[in-house]
């Protein structure tokens, strides 16, 4: 049983700057080396963190973020992704039982916010 699920967050700013993360959740039958969840936030485009359900910490992938995410921030910020990734393990499982799909083929669910 595969059950795909993307999550797509997007926020725009008075300055014009774009800031989207893209959560993806795979349930089922796990490959090696495929997470079961993983995050990705960019800022005008350009990647500026990862997070994983196999590594469980979050990875900057910018200089000035390495910075930025410092200290208290690194720890909270990766602290939010652990807990988007129980919220979303609840919701998979949810959603499953109701569009019937505990057994079968493969489903996509992507919810924009």
Not at 60 to 87: A, C, H, L, N
């Amino acid at each position: 049983v595969w059950c795909l699920i993307v999550f797509w967050c997007l926020v725009v700013c008075s300055v014009s700057h774009t800031f989207t993360t893209l959560y993806t959740e795979i349930n089922g039958q796990m490959l090696a080396g495929i997470p079961e969840i993983s995050s990705v936030a960019a800022l005008d485009g350009q990647q500026i963190d990862y997070y994983d359900s196999e590594i469980k910490k979050l990875i900057p992938r910018q200089d000035w973020m390495k910075e930025f995410m410092s200290g208290d921030r690194f720890k909270e910020y990766t602290e939010f992704r652990e807990r988007v990734q129980q919220i979303y393990k609840i919701n998979i499982t949810v959603l499953m039982q109701q569009f019937n799909n505990s057994h079968g083929e493969l489903k996509y669910f992507i919810i924009l916010f």
